[in-house]
């Protein structure tokens, strides 16, 4: 019923940028709350940034200053723009969104399938 599809991630030098985008799609009524979460080897998934349908952010302190978060509400898409990246931001990047489908009397949390981010030289 609903899909979350990210990409952009991949392979980037110390320093370097990347932007990751995830798409929701399906019988959606309302798209509200969206967020970029990450999993580093080994250690539990955290969260990086949110952003509420109205467009205010959450930047975690780890990545605030470097990474921004955006939406584009036409088309069910949200952002994240990875600059100055480092070798710790290497994770599987998740991205998560509060939607609300038609006929359903409320909305829960989705998750993407996640995309790999890897900082290296």
């Known amino acids: 019923q609903v899909q979350l599809v990210e990409s952009g991630g991949g392979l980037v030098q110390p320093g370097g940028s990347l932007r990751l985008a995830c798409a929701a799609s399906g019988s959606i009524r309302s798209l509200n709350a969206m967020g970029w979460y990450r999993q580093p080897p080994g250690k539990q998934r955290e969260l990086v940034a949110t952003i509420t349908s109205g467009g205010s952010t959450n930047v975690a302190d780890s990545v605030k200053g470097r990474f921004t978060i955006s939406r584009d509400n036409a088309k069910n898409t949200e952002y994240l723009q990875m600059n100055s990246l480092k070798p710790e931001d290497t994770a599987v990047y998740y991205c998560?969104?509060?939607?609300?489908?038609?006929?359903?009397?409320?909305?829960?949390?989705?998750w993407g399938q996640g995309t790999q981010v890897t900082v290296s030289s």
């Open positions: 998560s969104a509060e939607i609300r489908l038609w006929g359903s009397p409320t909305g829960r949390n989705y």
